[in-house]
């Protein structure tokens, strides 16, 4: 029993076991949360498809360098430079996403606790207004895109339009996108209880998965729903139907009661984000 303890302990003096102290367990915490943030992100993109590209080359590269095959392995190198490049070019749109994603979260204030108080709220009337609007518009067929302007600025997009500046109320709306007028073309942006402008241009969605039967009003509901945070109201030409765009997410064939909750939850902020999280999956249709 002595010899093993012997033997034991000259066995672990040899070894070299590193110290472990309290900022390396920070630091794999740390590197653990952005790796699984990024496979998240990564397979919410078309960068997963990519991955899997690049997984299968990785593959082949390494049967390379078992097999000694040295032509492929010069080519490789050569080429490695730039497929770096190649990869951020192709990716420019999603990285562009996510730094916006990113840039959009208070951590500071959500660490501190401060809850920042935001113009950017509608009041009840500005509310009900634009819902009678919707309605309105919905029984005679009239199309119509309102962006509600949130925490994130719209202004690049108010630019492309004509300013009008005016108290939401839902004569104006209703006059705005009135068939044959000038200023029925395009979107309005409203902006703390104010039309800021009309006839804007909107960017259209990318997304391959949406229906065949969204038409280009409703691709740019979504399209600046997924570069901004904004709550985009669309009322169909052809059907009537009221649909609401948020996060890239549509919710279609809404009634004036479901409509107002919509526009309480997202931009009165009256919930708690876990409330708001489930109160979205609810008849929400997902890209």
């Known amino acids: 029993m002595q010899k093993i303890g012997i033997l034991a302990h000259k066995y672990f003096s040899n070894l070299h076991i590193p110290s472990v102290q ?3 367990i920070l630091e794999i915490i740390i590197i653990s949360f952005l790796v699984y943030h990024i496979l998240v992100w990564i397979k919410r993109t078309k960068a997963w498809a990519l991955l ?8 082949f590269l390494l049967i390379a360098v078992l097999f000694n095959m040295t032509t492929i392995l010069w080519i490789a190198e050569r080429v490695f430079s730039v497929a770096v490049i190649a990869v951020v070019v192709v990716l420019q749109p999603e990285l562009r996403k996510a730094l916006e994603e990113l840039g959009r979260k208070n951590f500071v204030s959500n660490i501190l606790g401060i809850d920042k108080k935001h113009d950017h709220k509608l009041s009840t009337r500005t509310i009900n207004e634009i819902v009678k609007a919707c309605v309105e518009m919905g029984k005679v067929r009239t199309g119509a895109l309102i962006v509600i302007e949130k925490k ?3 202004a690049d997009y108010e630019r492309t ?3 009008v500046d005016g108290m939401v109320s839902s004569q104006l709306l209703i006059n705005i996108f009135e068939k044959n007028t000038p200023l029925h073309d395009g979107a309005v942006i409203v902006r703390e209880n104010r039309v800021i402008s009309a006839t804007c241009y909107l960017p259209l969605s990318d997304n391959m998965g949406l229906s065949k039967e969204l038409g280009t009003r409703h691709r740019a509901g979504i399209g600046i729903s997924e570069v901004t945070d904004s709550v985009t109201i669309i009322v169909s030409e052809e059907t009537g139907r009221i649909s609401v765009a948020y996060e890239g997410e549509l919710e279609t064939n809404l009634d004036a009661e479901r409509l107002r909750e919509c526009l309480t939850c997202l931009t009165l902020d009256t919930q708690p984000d876990d409330e708001k999280k489930r109160f979205l999956r609810r008849g929400w249709v997902r890209k």
């Not at 899997?52 to 593959?59: A, E, T």
Request: proline residues 0%.
């Open 22 to 24: 309290l900022t390396d």
């Open 52 to 59: 899997k590209g690049i997984v299968v080359i990785m593959i």
């Open 152 to 154: 994130q600025s719209l």
């Open 161 to 163: 339009g004509i300013d």
